[in-house]
Each structure stands twice: as C-alpha cells, then as structure tokens.
C-alpha cells in the first residue's frame, strides 16, 4: 500500500510559477507509475502527466505540454509537477495518483491510490 501527499499548492499571480511535490510512504515507490490530475470546483476530474516508474518517459497532453513538466526522485519516493506561466483557468485542487504496474495512463480509473490534493489557485 502506498500513501500519497501532496504540497507545495498556494496562490499565485497569472504568469507565476509553482513546483507541486507528492511525497510517497513505503519501498515500492519505484514499482508505480505515478500521475497527476486536476479538478477544479464543479468540473471532472482533468488528466495533467505521467511518468513511468523508471522516470524514463513522462506524458503531458497537448493542452498543457511547454508549461508543465513532471519528474520523480525514486531516490526520494518523490514525484514533481512544475507549472509555468499559470494562468487562471489553471486553478483547482490538484492531485497526484499511483498506479501498479511498468505503464503510465491518462486514465483516474487505472490508479490505484491517491492523495488528498493540493489547493493551485492563480489569480488574474
């Protein structure tokens, strides 16, 4: 079993930056595929990356890709979300996720454990 928990959340002015970290309990970090997503206040659950357990191939859909990046420290049993050039509509409770097995997924339904989120509120 893993336990996730977020951090680094907070206010930001449009055009800031923030690193979300997502420390992770247990020996068995390097064994998940870790993802981060997003919900903001009456909205579903949005897909944000992945990263492959190794940390050797990460995924950012389209929309996102050039101002975010995600990485991990197995080393740590971290895994990091760095967002650029905020902007409002980035807003929501972001959370990171764990997934059994060697592949990544766009998918909440695949993960098998989660946080309990961090508030990413950008002003305009």
């Known amino acids: 079993q893993v336990q996730l928990v977020e951090s680094g959340g907070g206010l930001v002015q449009a055009g800031g930056s923030l690193r979300l970290s997502c420390a992770a309990s247990g020996r068995t970090f390097n064994t998940y595929a870790m993802g981060w997503f997003r919900q903001a206040p009456g909205k579903e659950r949005e897909f944000v990356g992945t990263?492959?357990?190794?940390?050797?191939?990460?995924y950012i859909p389209d929309s996102l890709k050039g101002r975010f990046t995600i990485s991990r420290d197995n080393a740590k049993n971290v895994v990091y979300l760095q967002m650029n050039s905020l902007k409002p509509e980035d807003t929501a409770v972001y959370y990171c996720?764990?997934?059994?097995?060697?592949?990544?997924?766009?998918?909440?339904?695949?993960?098998?454990?989660w946080g309990e989120g961090t508030q990413v509120t950008v002003s305009s």
């Open positions: 990263i492959r357990r190794s940390g050797s191939s990460t």
């Open positions: 996720a764990a997934k059994s097995g060697t592949y990544y997924s766009i998918s909440p339904r695949e993960y098998d454990y």
